[in-house]
Every structure is written in C-alpha cells, then in structure tokens.
C-alpha cells in the first residue's frame, strides 16, 4: 500500500489554489471550481470543491511542508493571507510553525534542523 494523494476541501477551490502557487507550488492539473492537483511527487497534494469531496472543510488532517527558511515561508503565507502563529523550536530536531490557510485549514511549515 503506498500514500496516492493528499487533498483539502474548500467551498473555492481555485481561492485556495492561487495561496498554495503564491508559496512556490506548481499546477499539475486544473479544472478550477472542482479540482486543482500541484506537483508534488511522490504523492499528489489537491485542493477540492465540495463536489469531489468525501470530506468537511475544516476537518481534514494536517500538511505539513518542508521548508528550507522558516521566516521566507512564514512571510510568504502571511503576505498571501495565512494566519501564522509563534514558532516552535523543536531543539535538535528542528523547527515547526502552524498556520490556518486563507480557508481555514490548519497546515505546517517544518525546517530540519542544519
């Protein structure tokens, strides 16, 4: 068995789209009311319109992105409408930031330790 894909749900998913391409993800696929896939091999990552979902809004699991600079990534969201809370250092781990999408969803931004 191996992870297929990923996806949030979201009453506009094209909204959503465009905050995940304005931090750095590309468009694998679009039909943009019901279904956008980014490239993010190997499993997909997708935003979906109610339609397409077997899911609530709201109530999905937590994505969490690996990032090379927690600041650039935090400044990005923030600037394309994510709300950011404080930064956790995780000490020799790394550190981690949660984050709500311009729709709610609750993701995380994760920076190994160097």
Request: overall charge negative.
């Amino acid at each position: 068995m191996k992870l297929k894909q990923v996806y949030l749900t979201a009453d506009d998913p094209k909204r959503l789209a465009e905050f995940y391409e304005g931090l750095g993800l590309r468009v694998r696929f679009a039909d943009p009311d019901k279904w956008i896939q980014f490239v993010s091999d190997p499993a997909a990552f997708c935003v979906a319109g109610p339609s397409e979902s077997v899911s609530e809004q709201l109530k999905d699991a937590v994505l969490v992105f690996d990032v090379d600079n927690l600041e650039v990534a935090m400044e990005r969201a923030a600037a394309a409408g994510a709300q950011v809370d404080a930064v956790r250092d995780m000490a020799g781990h790394g550190r981690a930031v949660k984050l709500r999408d311009p729709a709610g969803n609750v993701i995380q931004f994760y920076q190994a330790a160097r």
